[in-house]
């Protein structure tokens, strides 16, 4: 049994490629919880090592932030006094974690989140350190924050202090909401282009005949060619034809649990220690002049990260997709700030 479980252990974790530094790596692994990958610093004289969870969006899985990772990654192997690992999660009903058997529904932001907790539990892994998630994930990382304040996941849930020599250098667990916004999403706020995917999705034949007749359908549709190959990329392989390599049904009800849930109220009164910064993506169409008001008015008055703190930040030149419109940007505000509990 003991030769097995090496065996097993060997087998889940392994070197996908070096990157440019030879002090970074990534690795890919999944457990029967969600799937994930990891891109680490390791400069082999650090005592400490520090967590950070990626979340994608909708229709996405982990690998979509590979790149942006690894450019975190080699910042902060230069500017952190501490190792990084950073975890890239395919959230339920998306990526490998569809083919993980127990993650049962309801398909919900309450159990997405949940979903997190038992990873870190089920893997010993420190409670992250930093979690940043995009648009679906964003709100998804709001839940897991929350869940943590109201001691869902037990007491040990309270994020992690680091220390070296006695002082602190995280003194505050970071969360990264990219372009998703915190209250509940009302169909006159939307452009209905989400919902218009989904259904044209659900109306497909399963399998899918070919990628290429997948992406020329939904161009006739009235679907950007951009928009259209990146729903291809989502297919997979099989025999002759395609599967998606997600759950479509159980991911739009994630869409409308996404849609019904408002965070307003953690954003009012979040948890002290903690750090909740918004990316606002300049050309996204995810925001109205009302939500952007009223989270730039809650961060004037949340400024103390000892009493719980909200920024904001605008990405300039960049629509919703923030991590390939203008990833340089991305990755200045981010790395700019991710230390700032140090301070």
């Known amino acids: ?17 070096l990157l440019e530094s030879p002090s970074l790596f990534t690795s890919s692994r999944s457990l029967q919880t969600l799937a994930y990958e990891e891109v680490r610093t390791s400069s082999g004289d650090r005592k400490h090592e520090s967590t950070a969870i990626i979340l994608h969006g909708l229709l996405g899985s982990g690998r979509n932030w590979r790149s942006f990772s690894r450019s975190l990654a080699s910042s902060l ?21 569809t083919e993980v058997e127990g993650i049962n529904p309801p398909h919900d932001l309450v159990n997405s989140a949940k979903d997190l ?7 010993g892994w420190n409670w992250p350190d ?5 648009s679906l994930g964003g709100k998804v990382a709001l839940q897991f924050m929350q869940s943590c304040a109201r001691g869902d996941y037990g007491q040990s849930a309270s994020p992690p202090k680091q220390f070296c020599n006695g002082v602190s250098l995280f003194g ?29 999705l659900q109306s497909l034949p399963s399998p899918i005949p070919s990628r290429k007749g997948l992406v020329d359908h939904m161009v006739e549709l009235g679907f950007s060619r951009s928009l259209s190959e990146w729903i291809g990329t989502n297919l ?23 849609r019904e849930t408002s965070y307003w109220s953690l954003l009012e009164n979040p948890p002290k220690e903690t750090e909740i910064s918004f990316v606002i993506a300049e050309k996204s169409d995810r925001w109205d002049q009302d939500t952007t008001t009223r989270l730039e008015r809650i961060a004037k008055q949340r400024q103390s990260v000892s009493d719980g703190k909200v920024a904001t930040h605008v990405l300039r030149n960049s629509g919703h997709w923030v991590h390939t419109d203008n990833p340089k940007g991305l990755l200045e505000i981010v790395s700019s700030n991710f230390l700032s509990t140090q301070k």
């Not at 049994?1 to 490629?17: D, G, K, P, Y």
């Not at 930093?130 to 995009?134: L, T």
């Open 236 to 258: 997979k392989r099989s025999g002759d034809s395609e599967t998606w390599a997600f759950n479509l049904d159980g991911a739009v009800q994630m869409f409308e649990s996404y």
């Open 172 to 200: 505050a667990e970071q969360l990264w909401v990219l372009d998703s916004v915190p209250g509940e999403v009302k169909a006159e706020q939307s452009d209905g282009e989400v919902e218009k995917v989904l259904m044209t």
């Open 77 to 97: 192997s230069v500017s952190s006094p501490s190792d990084w690992k950073m975890m890239l999660v395919d959230l339920r009903n998306h990526g490998r974690s």
């Open 130 to 134: 930093v979690v940043i998630g995009h």
């Open 1 to 17: 049994m003991a030769t097995r479980t090496l065996t097993n252990r060997f087998e889940s974790r392994f070197l996908i490629r």
């Open 117 to 123: 907790a038992d990873l870190v539990k089920a893997s």
